[in-house]
């Protein structure tokens, strides 16, 4: 593995203001580990995770030099612009509830972002965190399962805080955005990712507290899929129809021309209306 262990002094984001901002989280952030430069957050949290590290533990990076998005596809991970981390969890929780992880992930991002910035992040269907019909970041949820249950699971955020057009290829360009774009001015990167790990520890609680139908209701308010039309891309299938609700797990239920419903599991939505 590339740079590992590697690490470095800290750039513009303050490790030090994050450990002394989180120190009441009881499970996230208990430990933090910071890169300038990585492969991918998600790949050496698996590594970690698998070495048996501490629930709770939080990679960051400055920069990812193979970073991941969902069905092998690549994250853009320039330096020192954005927001790359990973987060080890061992939750109990089944193996079929998988996708609720991903769902906590994006509302707690969601909710951070909305109390910090005052911006309408929205969540398209399952991990994109969307501004403006643009995407401002993603999560890639990853696990190690026995049978039945997850072993350990590393949740990837990528967010694009101070990201200018020129940093990103041409073909994604107009489909993505950054809270910089968004607000016209530099935000902080420091307490951004404070304000993150702080909601991700209150609503990671609730979770445990209250189950997964609170996390489900939270996720509904924040969907930009539910009531659209949509065009879902699967491996070897494109479904149209109109995407109604999620289901206790975290799947999407369309309702197809027939009126007959088809839950999905994974896949890219396109909203058509
Ligand atoms: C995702 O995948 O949205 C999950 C992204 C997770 C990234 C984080 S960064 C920290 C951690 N470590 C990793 O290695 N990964 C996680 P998906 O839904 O498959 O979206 C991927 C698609 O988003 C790409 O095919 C591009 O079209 C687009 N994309 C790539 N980089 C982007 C960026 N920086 N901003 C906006 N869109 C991007």
């Not at 996230?28 to 580990?33: D, H, Q, T, V």
């Not at 910035?117 to 949820?141: A, C, E, Q, R, Y």
């Not at 539910?226 to 494109?238: A, E, F």
Request: positive net charge; aromatic residues 6%; proline residues 3%.
């Amino acid at each position: 593995m590339d740079n590992f262990p590697y690490y470095t002094k800290d750039s513009d984001l303050s490790i030090e203001k994050i450990r002394n901002s989180i120190s009441e989280n009881i499970i996230i952030g208990k430990e933090i580990l910071y890169f300038q430069s990585i492969t991918s957050t998600n790949t050496v949290a698996l590594e970690l995770a698998s070495n048996n590290c501490n629930e709770g533990t939080v990679i960051i990076a400055d920069m990812q030099t193979d970073g991941k998005g969902r069905l092998g596809r690549k994250w853009i991970s320039p330096i020192g612009k954005n927001l790359y981390m990973s987060i080890i969890l061992k939750p109990e929780i089944p193996l079929k509830d998988v996708q609720i992880l991903t769902l906590f992930s994006a509302v707690s991002c969601a909710s951070a972002i909305r109390k910090l910035h005052k911006i309408h992040v929205l969540i398209k269907w399952p991990n994109d965190l969307m501004v403006n019909n643009k995407k401002l970041g993603g999560i890639l949820t990853e696990i190690k399962n026995e049978p039945g249950r997850i072993s350990f699971a590393v949740i990837g955020i990528g967010l694009n805080i101070n990201l200018e057009r020129k940093d990103l290829p041409e073909d994604i360009r107009e489909k993505a955005t950054s809270l910089k774009e968004e607000l016209g001015s530099n935000v902080s990167r420091t307490d951004t990712l404070i304000a993150i790990l702080k909601e991700l520890e209150r609503i990671y609680n609730l979770l445990l507290r209250l189950g997964k139908t609170f996390i489900i209701e939270e996720y509904l308010k924040m969907s930009s899929t539910i009531g659209r039309d949509v065009k879902v891309i699967m491996n070897d299938t494109n479904i149209i129809g109109t995407a109604i609700d999620i289901d206790t797990n975290g799947m999407l239920i369309v309702k197809l021309a027939d009126n007959s419903l088809k839950k999905i599991s994974y896949g890219d939505i396109v909203h058509i209306r």
